[in-house]
Structures are given as C-alpha cells and as structure tokens.
C-alpha cells in the first residue's frame, strides 16, 4: 500500500549553531577531491600531489586568518583542537600551574579542564555576570599567579560574545598565555588571531565537512602533543591528515567567513516578531553582545523540549541549548551559571539562524510558534 504525505508545510532549518549544511559549492566539489585519495605522508607523485594540496589549503586559511602557514595545526575538530591547546599548552607548564577558564565553556573544553585537574593543575572557573560571560573586571581579580586563560569568544549556546580585546590585554600584562574556542565565533563575527596565543575551529560549522578542525598557535609556542606516534602537523597532532575535509575547511573560508549581514536581519526579524507577542511570554538571553545568528530565548511555564517537538512536526528545526548535551533532560549549565533557575533554563530554546534561511521561513516559525503557545505546552 502506497502512502500518500501531503506537504503541507516547507521544512526549515534554525540550528546552525549545531552544525552548518555543507554548501553547495564544497558537495560540487568533492568527487575532484575524493580522487586525491593517496595518503599525503606518501613520497610518490600522487601522494605528494595531495602534500601540495594539503599545504596549499594550509596556506589560503593562514592568509584569510592573517597568519602564518607554520602556526596552523589541523586536527579532527573542534573537540580535538580544544584538548590540543588546554592539554598541549598546560604541558609545557609546571605541574601545579594555575588554569583560569569559566563554567560557560563548550563541554569539551570542560573536559580538557578536568584531566588537567586529574594531572594536578589548579583550575578556577571564574563567575560570569547574567549573560554568561567573563567580565574583565573578574579576570584581573583572579589573574595574578595564573599561567593560561582560556575564554571562549562566542558562545555556543547564547551567542555572548567575551570582550577578548581587554582580556587579551591583561594576560599580556601579566604574561598570561591566552585560549580562545573560536568555533562558534568564525563566520559570525571578525576574529583577531593578534590578540590570542592559541585558538580553536572547526570546519564543519562554516559550511565544511565535519571531522575537521584546526589549531592556531602562536610561532614560539610548541604544545605538546596529546597523541604521539607519528610526524604528522610537526608531531604536535600525528595521525594521517583528512585531507578531503581541510580541502573543504580552505574552501569554506575562502567562501563563508565574513559575517553576513543578512543573516542578523532575520535573527532581528525574529526577535522583534516575538516582541509583538507579548512580552510576559518570554525573555532573550546572552545580553546585546551577541553574534548575529542566535536567539536564546526563554519562554515561560513552558518547557523547551515539548517546544522543539512541536515546532519540528511544523517542520522548524531548533534545539534546546548545546547540541551535544540534547537529549538529556538535565538544565543548561550556561543557563544556570547566568543565573536562570532548573525551571527557566529547561524552558528555553536555541535558535541559531544562517545564509539559507529566508524572511519567509522565519514568518513561519514565528507563526508556529504563536500557535504553540498559545495552544499550551
Ligand atoms: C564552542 C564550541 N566549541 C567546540 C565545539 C566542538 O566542535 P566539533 O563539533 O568540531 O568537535 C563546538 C561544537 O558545537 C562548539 O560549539
């Protein structure tokens, strides 16, 4: 028996913060670059050929970073690169060192802390004010005998954005390394190596594949390396590079990392579609400093994970807070150390809007989402 689905409604997409769609221009791409299979540590042409390519796209991404090739480290993504820089750089500090970071950080980032709390180091997660964000203020109460700060510059889930500009000011003065998870800042915001010693990406949340990552570091810095047996990205990440996914990663952004304006306006579209609802209904969070794509909003008596079901059987896609941690029931930690209550931070969504999305589908979900609430939850 035949079943016949009316498509009564278009599907939309508001979850770019988890992960961006491959665009176009890479999928039209990838069976050329699926041919240069050979392994790039090969000696032989067609292995040296993917070698040229490999460092050709080291090169593009140095150059739309305004570095240098020898201070890019490709890695497996975001997560790896995280450990890299935390496990890497505490590594060339002594036991016992003193790390400053904050309980808002991407969980990875947590995790790289808390084996280095296993191996010794001292880790302080300094307080973060109603938008989830280190003042620095907090840092300079805190900094004096610290040997690495690592901060993140956009917020995974809020979108805050940390003012790395006066944080980066007081680790030089107080010759403090510096590390920041730019991993949701790239694409979305301007991104100034110049200010930091080590910093985290990953391709796949600006358009490339995923399982690609890479790690900025400073020229005179060498991390130690968290996997050794090879001498892969000069021994500091070993392990045969993905070569199809940093072909990707170059062309990514070569083609997707200025901020794009467009963008901002559908999130604003939203957001003062939702004023119009009332304003008892709900509450953004992460402040006025915050990337243009996302909408963290709390809605009241509410809960958030009936919401996402709802609004994906409308056929709009959204999450509830981090990606990784989705499917818990347990409270955003980035909610609760900003100060939302259990109840507050289970009531609320994460929105996170992109290139593809369209005035109309935002209309939609907007629509959707009056229905829902007022239909109840
Ligand atoms: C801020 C932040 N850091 C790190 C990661 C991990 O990146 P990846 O998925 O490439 O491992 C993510 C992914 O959501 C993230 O949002």
Redesign the pocket.
């Known amino acids: 028996m035949r079943l016949f689905i009316p498509l009564v409604f278009s599907l939309a997409y508001f979850d770019y ?2 992960t961006h769609p491959i665009s176009q221009a890479i999928l039209e791409k990838m069976p050329e670059w699926a041919g240069h299979w050979q392994n790039p540590s090969s000696k032989h042409r067609p292995g040296q050929k993917v070698r040229g390519l490999l460092e050709q796209s080291r090169e593009e991404i140095a150059q739309c970073l305004g570095v240098s090739h020898k201070e890019i480290f490709f890695t497996s ?3 790896e690169s ?1 450990h890299l820089a935390l496990q890497g750089l505490a590594g060339c500090l002594p036991t016992g060192a003193l790390i400053l970071s904050s309980p808002t950080e ?1 969980p ?2 947590l995790g790289a802390l808390q084996i280095l709390e296993r191996r010794g180091f001292r880790v302080c997660y300094l307080p973060v004010d109603s938008n989830g964000v280190v003042k620095p203020d907090v840092l300079r109460a805190h900094i004096t005998g610290a040997s690495l700060v690592s901060l ?1 510059l956009a917020n ?1 889930e809020t979108g805050a954005i940390t003012d790395i500009n006066s944080i980066s000011a007081m680790c030089r003065e107080n010759g403090v390394l510096l590390h920041t ?1 730019a ?2 800042a790239l694409g979305k915001m301007e991104v100034d190596l110049s200010l930091v010693d080590a910093a ?1 990406m ?1 391709a ?1 949340k600006i358009g490339g594949l995923k399982g690609v ?1 890479l790690l900025y570091v400073r020229s005179g810095l060498k991390p130690d390396p968290v996997f050794l047996g090879g001498e892969q990205e000069k021994g500091i990440r070993p392990g045969t590079e993905n070569s199809l996914g940093i072909l990707s990663f170059a062309h990514a952004f070569k083609h997707g990392i200025q901020p794009n304006p467009l963008v901002r306006t559908l999130r604003d579209q939203f957001e003062s579609g939702l004023q119009s609802m009332g304003r008892d209904y709900f509450r953004i969070n992460g402040g006025i400093h915050r990337v243009g794509n996302t909408s963290n909003v709390t809605f009241f008596g509410y809960d958030g994970q009936s919401l996402v079901l709802q609004l994906d059987m409308d056929g709009h896609f959204v999450s509830m807070g ?3 941690s989705s499917g818990s029931v347990k409270p955003s930690p980035v909610l609760l150390a900003a100060g939302l209550s259990e109840e507050e931070a289970k009531s609320t969504l994460r929105i996170s809007f992109g290139c593809y999305n369209t005035p109309s589908e935002v209309d939609s979900l907007l629509r959707s989402l009056k229905k829902i609430l007022k239909t109840g939850s």
């Open positions: 913060n988890s993504g975001g997560t995280n991407h990875c980032l993140m995974n998870d991993v949701q985290s990953s796949h990552g981090a990606a990784c």
